[in-house]
């Protein structure tokens, strides 16, 4: 990998002892290309560096590697090598956090949701200005086997697959599913719902909150009711 901060150097700092029974979330973020101001001071930087007392953090950042679904495992490996970890957060680093503000905040709703797979709400970028939310549920007749949720009553939503945007996953999730976790050797669809579908026939449920609420930016930045604003930095 051409950046990684995941890798350990010849002699490692001494990590802080993590009380028994308190979560430990590790960060991690996959990365290929420049990232917003807006992204690093909104986001990454809370998470990587303001601490909570209720969960431990620790971190793995990686680029270089050409194939999305290589370095989502290499990540995982990395994350689950530390046996104290106990959640995978996956973050893309063009999701900012919108509601709430505090990503710290956004985790531990994550967290209080105590299911194996909870991710927030946003929206996926696709072609044409098309912006549907980043779940989807199964529908044989469609062109890809999925069709996206577009309404729903409640904020907890049970659905077949969703985006690995801002996503919490248990570690026993990914000690009862064979490695490779990901893998995406087709056009459509990708890596996270190869993973989705795994993690169904390993009988677990995927749970949105939409309580936690993301933008996803690019040039522009589409938020949860579909308006598209500028990056704030």
């Given at each position: 990998?051409?950046?990684?901060?995941?890798e350990?150097?010849k002699?490692a700092?001494?990590?802080?002892?993590?009380?028994?029974?308190?979560?430990?979330?590790?960060?991690?973020v996959?990365h290929?290309?420049?990232?917003?101001l807006?992204?690093v001071?909104?986001?990454y930087?809370?998470?990587r560096?303001?601490?909570?007392?209720?969960?431990?953090?620790s971190?793995k950042l990686a680029r270089g590697?050409?194939?999305?679904?290589?370095?989502?495992?290499e990540?995982?490996?990395?994350?689950?090598?530390?046996?104290?970890?106990t959640?995978?957060?996956?973050?893309?680093?063009?999701?900012?956090c919108?509601?709430?503000?505090?990503?710290?905040?956004?985790?531990?709703?994550?967290l209080?949701?105590?299911?194996?797979?909870?991710s927030?709400?946003?929206?996926?970028?696709?072609?044409k200005?098309?912006y549907?939310?980043?779940?989807?549920?199964?529908?044989?007749?469609?062109?890809?086997?999925y069709?996206?949720?577009?309404?729903?009553?409640?904020?907890?939503?049970?659905?077949d697959?969703?985006?690995?945007?801002?996503?919490?996953?248990?570690?026993?999730?990914?000690e009862?599913?064979?490695?490779?976790?990901?893998?995406?050797?087709?056009k459509?669809?990708s890596e996270?719902f190869d993973?989705?579908?795994?993690?169904?026939?390993a009988?677990y449920?995927?749970?949105?909150?939409t309580?936690?609420?993301?933008?996803h930016?690019g040039?522009?930045?589409?938020?949860t009711?579909?308006?598209?604003?500028?990056?704030?930095?």
């Amino acid at each position: 990998m051409a950046w990684n901060e995941g890798e350990q150097p010849k002699t490692a700092p001494v990590q802080p002892v993590i009380p028994k029974g308190m979560p430990h979330v590790c960060l991690l973020v996959p990365h290929f290309s420049a990232v917003s101001l807006e992204w690093v001071e909104s986001t990454y930087g809370p998470l990587r560096f303001i601490p909570r007392p209720d969960f431990a953090k620790s971190h793995k950042l990686a680029r270089g590697i050409l194939n999305l679904d290589t370095e989502r495992n290499e990540l995982a490996k990395m994350a689950l090598e530390d046996k104290s970890v106990t959640h995978l957060l996956w973050l893309d680093t063009d999701c900012l956090c919108e509601s709430p503000l505090d990503p710290n905040l956004a985790v531990a709703m994550l967290l209080q949701c105590n299911v194996p797979v909870a991710s927030g709400l946003y929206r996926a970028k696709k072609l044409k200005g098309d912006y549907p939310y980043a779940m989807w549920v199964k529908n044989p007749g469609s062109e890809y086997g999925y069709v996206g949720i577009q309404s729903w009553s409640g904020n907890w939503l049970k659905v077949d697959a969703i985006g690995f945007g801002f996503v919490l996953v248990k570690r026993e999730v990914f000690e009862k599913i064979p490695f490779p976790w990901f893998v995406w050797d087709k056009k459509s669809p990708s890596e996270d719902f190869d993973f989705c579908e795994k993690i169904a026939k390993a009988d677990y449920d995927i749970r949105v909150f939409t309580e936690v609420r993301l933008s996803h930016a690019g040039m522009m930045k589409v938020r949860t009711d579909g308006n598209v604003h500028v990056l704030d930095v």
